[in-house]
């Protein structure tokens, strides 16, 4: 049976590569960018297999009434994938607060305002899948990466609480963080700033290297959509799914010096309850449900 698509930042890179990839496999799709101008030649190819729309995900209104119409012309959404946003390199330091509510708003808020504007749809269809785009910024702070990384970090932790809150209403949510992949992300939809020279060796270091990596990643979007879609097909999809052999050396890596440094510090940790070594009753979301 063909599944129902809403795609954010359908325009370009990740995004673009998986709404041709959507309409490519026959399903029916909702395409959205701020811009619904650079979607028209998948109007042209697919006619009424698409339906493109004008969003800015920091909009509810907005975002209400892409789901309206998405429900208006093809009756449902199976699948809401949550991949808009940007994300630019400064220091902290000279990283205006104007440019950290922008980058948190369309990577965090935008995220949020669109998976509340489909999450009494899917309760009522009984099922859904909403797949967020983080990246592998979301699990790991490079310098640099201030307001991206924390926009991310809010993603993934906002999705383990929204999959605990849904999956009983078979609503399925899942976490897609990439490495480096061949699209203008690190091109035109970045701007690098270097910044003084006292960051020279941290932030300069990530500017000089998103630069040569640019158009070196080893990622494939094509490759990447096709992984999506089989995820989308699958009863019991993961939480989180790393793209990219980048993506996996890094977070396996940082991944373990987290555990290691937790181990070292256990006997600390422990010491401030009340009554060390008692047996503590488990946490609500350390049950299993059911």
Partial sequence: MSKVWLITGSSRGLGR???????ASGDYLVATARNPEQLADLSK???HQVLTFALDVTDEA???ATVEAAVKTFGR????VNNAGYGNVGSIEDTSLVDFRAQIETNLLGTIIMSKAVIALMRGQGGGHIIQFSSVGGRIGPAGRGAYSAAKFGVEGFSEVLTKEVSPFGIKVTVIEPGGFRTDFAGASTVLAEGRAEYAETVGATVRFQREYDGRQPGDPAKAAAVVIHIAGLEE???RLLLGSDAVRSVEKADAARIAA?????AVSVSTDF???ADIEPMPWEKKAG
């Fill in 237 to 239: 999809p993961p939480f």
């Fill in 45 to 47: 190819r697919y006619g």
């Fill in 275 to 277: 009554e060390p070594g």
């Fill in 77 to 80: 959404i199976d699948v809401l």
């Fill in 262 to 266: 937790d181990r070292e510090w256990r």
């Fill in 62 to 64: 907005a975002a209400t």
């Fill in 17 to 23: 590569a998986l709404a041709e990839a959507v309409l």
